[in-house]
T-cell receptor
């Protein structure tokens, strides 16, 4: 069974440009999460989808970040316009609706570098 | 004060020794506790979860939780070089859906 896959693995963009990160969760997992780790900091929660609905987006830093999960399958996280402080690793995770919250399966992350 | 604190390390132990990793948390409403292992450039992988005070053993791993003192620890017995990784402590507060992570402890097991 395929795990959580994320694309791209690494993106380098200029300040002010737009980047879209994609996450494909494990098939059948209704819960999808975005987390990120900026340099020297802890992994921080961004938001949580249940199917196509945003359950909790309290961790989204500002309105330059837009997450979508159309059809309840894959999700995208768009940063527009990107700022220097957005650099970091963006992790996606998924879990089954019936599972314990901690049984998150993480992807390998998308590393974003904003120059 | 950080919500979940870990010593960043590196913690260096010889092969075959016991590695002891510690984590403290600030929110007394924390309900669930998790240890993730992350190899460099790879995804965090859940290795242990613990929900009640005491010890929980799984193979070479033992998680210990003390809610009164607000700490959770992970012991790795018979440490192997393949255990060298960053270990992340994560906490779930109440019925929320988010995990709060510590900064991780880098473990190095020397042959």
């Amino acid at each position: 069974e395929a795990g959580v896959t994320q694309f791209p693995s690494h993106s380098v963009i200029e300040k002010g440009q737009t980047v879209t990160l994609r996450c494909d969760p494990i098939s059948g997992h209704d819960n999808l999460y975005w987390y990120r780790r900026v340099m020297g900091k802890e992994i921080k929660f961004l938001l949580h989808f249940v199917k196509e609905s945003k359950q909790d987006e309290s961790g989204m830093p500002n309105n330059r970040f837009l997450a979508e999960r159309t059809g309840g399958t894959y999700s995208t996280l768009k940063v527009q316009p990107a700022e220097l402080e957005d650099s970091g690793v963006y992790f996606c995770a998924s879990s089954q609706v019936s599972g314990f919250i901690g049984e998150l399966f993480f992807g390998e992350g998308s590393r974003l570098t904003v120059l | 004060q950080k919500e979940v604190e870990q010593n960043s390390g590196p913690l260096s132990v010889p092969e075959g020794a016991i590695a002891s990793l510690n984590c403290t948390y600030s929110d007394r409403g924390s309900q669930s506790f998790f240890w993730y292992r992350q190899y460099s450039g790879k995804s965090p992988e859940l290795i242990m979860s613990i929900y009640s005070n005491g010890d929980k053993e799984d193979g070479r791993f033992t998680a210990q939780l003390n809610k009164a003192s607000q700490y959770v620890s992970l012991l790795i017995r018979d440490s192997q070089p393949s255990d060298s990784a960053t270990y992340l402590c994560a906490v779930r507060v109440g019925a929320g859906n988010m995990l709060t992570f510590g900064g991780g402890t880098r473990l190095m097991v020397k042959p």
